[in-house]
């Protein structure tokens, strides 16, 4: 698909990655090839019209992994509603074969898993770097006690 660059918008600039999980409803095996694709082509499409930019898709039998850029603007909880309810409409008018396994007109589960992904670095590294801004070296060595922690 695509890699992950620097959103510039008129008062912020942004690389945002989120890491989705999201199984089908019941978590029925309803991801063929011809489902997979389906999925794909409407997310190409998605990333046409709004900031979300899919920079992976990968199918299980039962559920999708999304690996998605978008800006701040979108909260992690609207970017996948609209990912959910687009592709399940299309995959829905495309695979009527689909509606059949799945009772009640949903196609995917109402939950998720969301995880943000980091380019620059792991947790405790940014942790370090936002924590050092600032402070020179010796006043840390001798106030290290009184420095504040979040966690």
Same mark, same amino acid.
């Given at each position: 698909m695509?890699?992950?660059?620097?959103?510039?918008?008129?008062?912020?600039?942004?690389?945002?990655?989120?890491?989705?999980?999201?199984?089908?409803?019941?978590?029925?095996i309803?991801?063929?090839?011809e489902?997979?694709?389906t999925?794909?082509?409407?997310?190409?499409?998605?990333?046409?019209?709004?900031?979300?930019?899919?920079? +992976?898709?990968?199918? !299980?039998?039962?559920? %999708?992994?999304?690996?998605?850029?978008?800006?701040?603007?979108? *909260?992690? #909880?609207?970017?996948?509603?609209?990912?959910?309810?687009?592709?399940?409409?299309?995959v829905?008018?495309?695979?009527?074969e689909?509606?059949?396994?799945?009772?009640?007109? +949903?196609?995917?589960? !109402?939950?998720?898993? %969301?995880?943000?992904?980091?380019?620059f670095?792991?947790?405790? *590294?940014? #942790?370090?770097?936002?924590?050092d801004?600032?402070i020179?070296?010796?006043?840390?060595?001798?106030?290290?006690?009184?420095?504040?922690?979040l966690?």
């Amino acid at each position: 698909m695509e890699q992950s660059y620097y959103i510039h918008k008129s008062h912020n600039v942004s690389v945002i990655l989120y890491h989705y999980v999201c199984p089908a409803k019941y978590r029925r095996i309803v991801f063929s090839k011809e489902v997979d694709l389906t999925i794909k082509e409407v997310c190409i499409e998605i990333s046409k019209r709004y900031d979300v930019n899919f920079l +992976e898709i990968g199918t !299980d039998k039962d559920h %999708v992994h999304f690996l998605i850029q978008s800006v701040p603007v979108l *909260s992690p #909880s609207r970017i996948i509603q609209m990912v959910k309810s687009i592709t399940a409409r299309e995959v829905f008018r495309k695979h009527p074969e689909v509606k059949k396994k799945l009772w009640g007109g +949903e196609f995917w589960s !109402d939950g998720f898993f %969301v995880n943000t992904v980091s380019k620059f670095g792991d947790e405790s *590294s940014i #942790s370090k770097y936002v924590r050092d801004q600032g402070i020179e070296k010796e006043y840390t060595i001798l106030h290290k006690e009184k420095q504040l922690r979040l966690f």
